[in-house]
């Protein structure tokens, strides 16, 4: 098993979604999050001063797919996230030891 965590611009989650399950990925999750790399932030005016804007608003999205499937995740998500623009984001894969889902004691791609 893989887990894909992904940090992309917020407006792409819709996109990112909707080309996850496309694919068949049954479920996701979502968190804000803040950041910054490359794009390191902008400056902003607010009432005549300018003040910097170091973290930048985000999301990351987490799924945990079997190893067949974790490629064409990648791709998906790459895809759909993808503006051409700086601060389209990262993905980053690890594998995964286990899983157990809570309700049935399912383990491993059973649980997922």
Not at 2 to 8: F, P, R, S, T
Not at 38 to 48: A, M, P, W
Request: proline share 2%; charged share 30%; net charge neutral.
């Amino acid at each position: 098993m893989k887990k894909i965590e992904a940090i992309i611009k917020p407006f792409k989650l819709d996109e990112v979604k909707e080309a996850l399950h496309e694919i068949g990925v049954s479920g996701i999750t979502v968190t804000e999050a803040k950041g910054f790399g490359r794009q390191k932030g902008h400056t902003e005016l607010y009432r005549g001063a300018e003040y910097v804007v170091d973290f930048l608003p985000k999301v990351k999205l987490e799924v945990v797919v079997g190893d067949q499937l974790a490629e064409r995740v990648v791709e998906a998500i790459a895809a759909a996230a993808q503006t051409g623009r700086i601060g389209d984001g990262k993905i980053f894969v690890t594998n995964i030891e286990s899983a157990l889902r809570i309700r049935t004691g399912e383990r491993n791609e059973d649980a997922i």
